[in-house]
């Protein structure tokens, strides 16, 4: 596939609406995946089959974070918020990596007791990765406030 152009020439309030866009298009398809996790966990027999359903949660974020990550590589931030731009693609990769470890672990899985603190793990790394990518946001949002550009990230 080819990828779309490093966009160097928007203006601090292109960049922040785009930014805008690819959260919420990212928040979106997260939230889908959530409320599909949800149901199916619940409808899953047998470990086999929870397995499965995780796996399909994990693959959803992946490719998620994958999208918001490429598409916010091309974009050249505003010098203010180069620094919390970089942090939140950095928090982006960081997710991935670790759904996508958390697959390959769970690929080896046959016993229940064996995946609980698997899963465990990765809840707690998940959460220090949200973590790091909420004060990004948060600093992006400053960005955007003391540049004067009305717009809410909607950070968590």
């Not at 805008?20 to 966990?41: C, L, R, V, W």
């Not at 950095?90 to 995946?115: F, H, M």
Request: aromatic share 6%; with cysteine.
């Amino acid at each position: 596939p080819t990828l779309p152009p490093i966009q160097t020439d928007l203006t601090p309030e292109e960049y922040f609406a785009r930014l805008d866009e690819i959260f919420d298009e990212a928040d979106g398809k997260s939230d889908e995946a959530d409320a599909t996790f949800g149901e199916q966990i619940g409808a899953a027999e047998d470990l086999e089959g929870q397995v499965a359903v995780i796996q399909g949660y994990l693959e959803t974020l992946i490719e998620t974070f994958s999208v918001a990550i490429g598409q916010m590589d091309v974009l050249t931030p505003p010098e203010i918020a180069a620094s919390a731009h970089q942090a939140f693609i950095d928090a982006a990769i960081a997710a991935a990596a670790a759904a996508s470890d958390l697959q390959l672990r769970l690929a080896e899985v046959d016993d229940p007791a064996e995946a609980e603190p698997i899963v465990e793990e990765w809840n707690n790394s998940l959460s220090q990765v949200v973590g790091a990518a909420d004060i990004a946001c948060l600093r992006l949002q400053g960005a955007a406030n003391e540049m004067a550009i009305e717009i809410d990230l909607t950070c968590n």
